[in-house]
Every structure is written in C-alpha cells, then in structure tokens.
Nanobody
Framework: QVQLRESGGGLVQSGGSLRLSCTAS????????MGWFRQFPGGERRFVAT???????YYADSVKGRFTISRDNDKSTLYLQMNDLKPDDSARYYC???????????????????WGRGTQVTVSS
C-alpha cells in the first residue's frame, strides 16, 4: 500500500515562503491524483489544493495566487510552494491520495484514501 511522508514545514515570518514536499512509495505515483490539506488545532482538515494525473490543478480560494501545487512523477514527489504566507496559514499540512474517479471539485476529505502524517507550518506575524 502507498505510504506518504511530508516534509518542509517550519517557522516562517509573514510574507515568507516555504515549499512542502510529499514523497510517495508503495504504488505508481504517476497514476494517482494528489492533494494537500491543512488542519488547524482542534479543527478538521481543510482542502488546500489538488493536482491530477494530467497535472490539472484546483485551489482553495484562500490560497489562490499564493500557493502552487506541482508533482514530479520521476521522483514520486508532490510539492506545495507557499508564497506570501500569512499567520492564518499556520496549520499542519497533509498530503493525500485522491481515490478514483476524480471528483469535481476534488475538495472533500472523503475523496481521499491515504494520508501522510503531516508537517507543521507556523507563520509568525
């Protein structure tokens, strides 16, 4: 079965940037639609962005223009480039495998079948 591992989180000042990575193993990464979610303390995971096997992308309104999701199939790695970070972006970020078929819009947690353990992002004001 697939295993996901996120990395790249940390502490950054408001307006700064971070790039999150998610390495996938145990399956053919290129065949999977992938997504990023984030979870605030005590809250549920919320959709951030997704990328399909065809490299089509979809973003939450809150991150449009600031975050970019991408994938490198040769490295079986998913990325989330986060620019112009705000304190409200502080959360634990998770990558996940979207089940098939690809939902439109692909924003619900129930559409994702496998999750990583997450990586913490903290943005200071």
């Amino acid at each position: 079965q697939v295993q996901l591992r996120e990395s790249g989180g940390g502490l950054v000042q408001s307006g700064g940037s971070l790039r999150l990575s998610c390495t996938a193993s145990g399956r053919t990464f290129s065949r999977d639609n992938m997504g990023w979610f984030r979870q605030f303390p005590g809250g549920e995971r919320r959709f951030v962005a997704t990328i399909s096997t065809e490299h089509n992308t979809y973003y939450a309104d809150s991150v449009k223009g600031r975050f970019t999701i991408s994938r490198d199939n040769d490295k079986s790695t998913l990325y989330l480039q986060m620019n112009d970070l705000k304190p409200d972006d502080s959360a634990r970020y998770y990558c996940a495998v979207h089940g098939r078929p690809y939902a439109i819009p692909p924003v619900g947690q129930h559409h994702y079948e496998t999750w990583g353990r997450g990586t913490q992002v903290t943005v200071s004001s």
